[in-house]
Structures are given as C-alpha cells and as structure tokens.
C-alpha cells in the first residue's frame, strides 16, 4: 500500500470514528460485565480500578469469593486512600463445602455491596465474582437488579465471573467475554503468585 493510499484509509477510519464519538453525548457510569471461561476477567477490572484511580476518582472493591489468601491485587490496592477494600469469602464453595457458611457469607457481601451502591460519593465500585452467587442460588437476582438500576447516576459496577445471569445483561451497559483456550494449569503447571492470585 502507497503512503497516499494509506493516508486516505486513514482519513476515511477518522471521519467514521470521529462520527461515533460525535453521537456518544450521554454522560453517566456504566455497568460492565466481566464474564466467560477464559483467564482474565478479575485481572481486566483491577486494570480498570487502577485507571479510574488515576484520574483521581473513589473506589469500593467486594470480593466474593476469594478468602483463603491475600491476592497480588489486594495487596497492592488494601493501603489506597481511594479504594476501600472488603474481602467477604471464606475461600471457593469446592473447598468450603459448607452450603450454609457460603450463603451467609455472601449476603454479608452483599449487604456491604447495597450500601456502596447507595454511596454517591464511590465513582467505581468492584463487585469480583458477585456472579456465582446467582449460579449457586446464595443470593436472590431481583433485589441485585434493583439495587444496580437504582444507584447514583454517576456510578459505574464491573461484575465479573464465569456466568452471567440475564436479568443482568440485559442491564448491562458493556459486557465482555474472556475465552478460553488454553491454560496453563491444564498442562500440569502450578497457580503462580503474581500470575494467578
């Protein structure tokens, strides 16, 4: 391709670009899922945190499920001014065993999450995992709706986990799937610190 064919490519990619960014004129938060079987979905929303932190704004993460170790992300968020972090899980429900345990625990998790949600003063909040709560039935959808449809304005959740229920997507401002092809794991190799958790 000649630099003059290039170049008018190029202009005409601009024109269509600029023409869309023209139209977005709606200013609120958004609510993101993170879903799919791939590696990679809580990784995406902490990316996302640390953006939104360096912009100056407040954030809230609730994990869900995680608890038996500190994770990488954790601590290197926990001593943020601007995030504040909470930790609701004992571990995953294939280790706990415990169906009564992991139902308590995440409606403490979610009663911590409907009190951000009705914080106007959190610009992001993330809810890691929230999802399996509705796949394992710990945690009733329609009040999660609700709550999510109702917060401030200028909100914006990210969801992640593997599945989502639809009354969710259909909420959903921007959804995401990670794949899954290939993973380490499967070929025998060891979870990592830092690459895993």
Known sequence: MTDKNHKARMAKKKAVIDAKIDKATEVRGVLILL????????SSAFGTLARALGHGKKCAVIQFIKGRMETGEFKF????????????????????????????????????????????????????????????QYLPIEPVVSALKNRPNMQTVIITGRTMALSLQNIADTISVVDDQRHAFRSGVKAQAGVEY
């Open 35 to 42: 879903s799919g079987n791939g590696k990679g979905k809580s």
């Open 77 to 136: 968020f926990k001593d943020h001014p601007q995030v504040d972090w909470f930790v609701m899980g004992h571990g995953f429900t294939w280790e706990t065993q415990d169906k009564a345990r992991d139902i308590h625990a995440a409606q403490t998790a979610w009663q911590q999450a409907e009190k951000l949600l009705l914080d106007d003063s959190y610009d992001m909040l993330v809810f890691d995992e929230l999802s399996y709560m509705f796949k394992y």
